[in-house]
């Protein structure tokens, strides 16, 4: 049995929407099952093999991802992306399950000009990078069959992101400035989803080793290609019913008590290879062909 915690998060809804897909059975638990507490994981887990359906992997897709608000509650956000992990991560490792962690781009600094790869040193600028950061280490310390896959800009069908804020913003305003000097690759939750439920089954058959691999769409852009973008599709589609002048700007133009990474594009090579072998038709979507289908699911929702 596949545990998913975490299933209410806008990424925790794609997994669950891509294992009800796949037919996998799974147990989805949010905010009513503590990951800061390691007993009641444990409960969870025992109370699970006593109905016959023993946990064998855990997806952790909780986490604390206010970036700016975590300088002021660092309690609360070292809780759940440290203490967090590592509970899970004990409590697989004593249950003999595997275990699947979400992580971010955030732990790098963000000063690259390539795409980071897994292996390039971490330097996280803000204490919920930092966070993240030694989360991923104290969930690898505790168990060896941990799988952690890093990804960037997500946004997805459920909950609040980038490009429903564009949407809103312009659709009532007559024009929106969006910062062109942070690059990176939007990541659709729908995506990252697959390639997990595929991380998952190449992973358990061993063709994936445990680690770290990087996920996000393919390409590079800034934050207003992908406003502009989002204004394109919408008026496309009818979602957007009027003019909307789409404005490049910088960064230091919208102030923030975290200073947002400069480059945040992540390298796929390790997670295609992995991902192929199983599949050889398997290739990771482009970023505007995936804001496509993003945009088709808001559009057929408004209609």
Wanted: net charge negative.
């Amino acid at each position: 049995m596949l545990w998913l915690i975490g299933d209410k998060g806008t990424l925790g809804a794609a997994v669950a929407g891509c294992l009800v897909s796949a037919g996998t059975p799974f147990v989805g638990t949010d905010r009513e099952v503590d990951i800061a507490s390691e007993t009641v994981l444990g409960s969870f887990t025992t109370f699970q093999a006593q109905k016959g359906a023993p946990v064998d992997w855990i997806i952790n897709c909780a986490a604390y991802t206010a970036v700016d608000k975590a300088e002021d509650d660092r309690e609360l956000c070292r809780v759940l992306n440290v203490e967090g992990p590592r509970n899970i991560a004990r409590v697989a490792r004593k249950i003999g399950a595997r275990f699947l962690h979400v992580s971010t781009d955030y732990v790098f600094h963000g000063d690259g000009t390539r795409p980071y790869r897994e292996s390039d040193p971490t330097d996280p600028t803000g204490y919920y990078g930092l966070t993240k950061r030694d989360g991923e280490l104290a969930a690898l310390a505790e168990c060896e069959n941990t799988w952690i896959i890093r990804t960037a800009w997500l946004y997805g069908t459920y909950g609040n992101n980038f490009p429903f804020t564009m949407l809103r913003l312009m659709g009532e305003r007559e024009s929106v400035s969006v910062v062109n000097d942070q690059h990176g690759s939007p990541t659709y939750a729908g995506d990252l989803a697959e390639a997990m439920s595929r991380l998952i089954s190449v992973g358990g058959s061993g063709q994936a080793a445990p680690g770290i691999y990087h996920f996000s769409n393919l390409g590079e852009i800034t934050w207003f290609d992908f406003a502009r973008e989002i204004y394109r599709l919408g008026r496309e589609k009818g979602i957007l019913n009027r003019d909307c002048a789409v404005n490049p700007c910088a960064s230091a133009e919208f102030p923030a008590k975290v200073r947002r990474p400069p480059y945040s594009v992540l390298d796929k090579t390790k997670i295609c290879a992995a991902l192929s072998a199983a599949d050889a038709t398997y290739a990771i979507p482009s970023w505007d062909a995936s804001l496509a289908k993003f945009i088709d699911v808001v559009a057929k929702g408004t209609n």
